[in-house]
């Protein structure tokens, strides 16, 4: 035998494994040929009953409200992120991730229970339960940040395209109250907690005053040895400095976890504060820079003198506070303003009908192909004998003999 004769040593021609693929998709193709009247058929009917689906589905209308969140400036801003820092974040910022803290807040069951009722949505639902038009409620309700803008956006879907306006509305104006309520109410506490520090740092004011008026005979020495003077008056504004910071951290506990980073921030000032006053003369080292032989007569008179400045200087910082936290109190917080109120819509949102028909459509295609080849299938497996015999045995064992 000739050299050009021979076949390959695995008997296979080259070319056999690209006339295989062609057979197979002429097998494919032939296929649906054979019973394309089926996947027509199918694929029209399927889709006429998409049709009739999405024409039975009720129209859904979606009301828009764009609103803008307060400014880290304004005092609703730093009491609502003092209130509720856990959920805004860290340091309160609303502009960038405040979406997930109004819809929270929108969603919460106070805000949802009240505009339940308010506008019937139990009934509107059909809700067996309270929880079960809750869960409708927060489907129906979407909240959106554009991250460039800052501004939120507040979506809400029902099928009445009035009432999702009005519904829409009515959320953002029950936010405002209540966050206004938080705020006014931690303004009140701490009102009240800085009140209370004003009257007992009065009282421990007069306390030494009087204790030091008692020593008249030391006001003397105090005027000759005026360096004394001004090393105990810069201890005692450096005491009251730190009683004021562990006040302001005793007040921040009202509304802020021990985790939160303005009051971490607030720690590192106090303890640094602290190092300060460990490096500075105590009553005994005022005396020593001043000359004076340390008697217990001038020492007693000096921790007199310095006390009565430290409470001076606390009672200035507190009444600073105070006055602060009345106003904030005083004022009514507008938590967000409105830039875009929510109208009737005119069109409706939902169902998206063409969308349905398209998708029905193409599912329609899709399992009528596959029931083609699967009919295929069947077909030649019930020409070969043997493969005939196995289905039927399996219909047997199906029906129970």
Known sequence: MNGHDQLPASGVNPGQGWEDDEISLLDLLLVLAKRWRMVASGTIIVSLLAV???????????????????????????????????LAGVGGDFGGGGANLYEGLLKSRSLTDALLVRFHLIQVYHSKTMEDARKTFAANLVVTADKKSSLIKVDFTDR???????????AIAALNQMVSHLAITEASQKRAFFEQQVHDSEARLNKDEQALSQMGQGQGWIELYPQAQEVVASNAQLRAQIAAKEV?????????????????????????????????????GAASVSGHLKTPQSLVYLQKYRDVLFEQDVLKIMMQQFESAKVDESK?????QVVDPALVPERHSKPKRAL??????????????????????????????????????????????
């Not at 009445?160 to 009515?170: F, G, K, S």
């Not at 021990?258 to 005994?284: C, G, M």
Request: charged share 20%.
């Open 52 to 86: 009739g689906i999405a024409l039975v589905m009720k129209n859904k209308f979606t009301a828009s409200v764009t609103v803008m969140p307060p400014q880290k400036s304004s005092g609703a801003s730093a009491l609502l992120a003092g209130q509720l820092g856990a």
């Open 160 to 170: 009445n395209p009035r009432r999702a306006a009005e519904v829409a509305n009515a």
């Open 248 to 284: 302001e951290l005793s007040a921040m506990q009202i509304s802020v976890t021990p985790n939160n980073p303005n009051y971490l921030r607030q720690q590192q000032t106090l303890e640094s504060l602290r190092a300060k006053l460990h490096e500075q003369p105590n009553v005994d």
């Open 332 to 336: 009514d917080f507008p938590v967000v």
């Open 356 to 401: 349905i028909v398209i998708i029905g459509g193409m599912l329609g295609f899709f399992l009528c192909v596959v029931w083609a080849f699967v009919a295929e299938s069947l077909q030649r497996a019930g020409d070969d004998p043997e493969t005939a015999e196995k289905l039927q045995m399996i219909r047997l064992y199906l029906r129970g003999r």
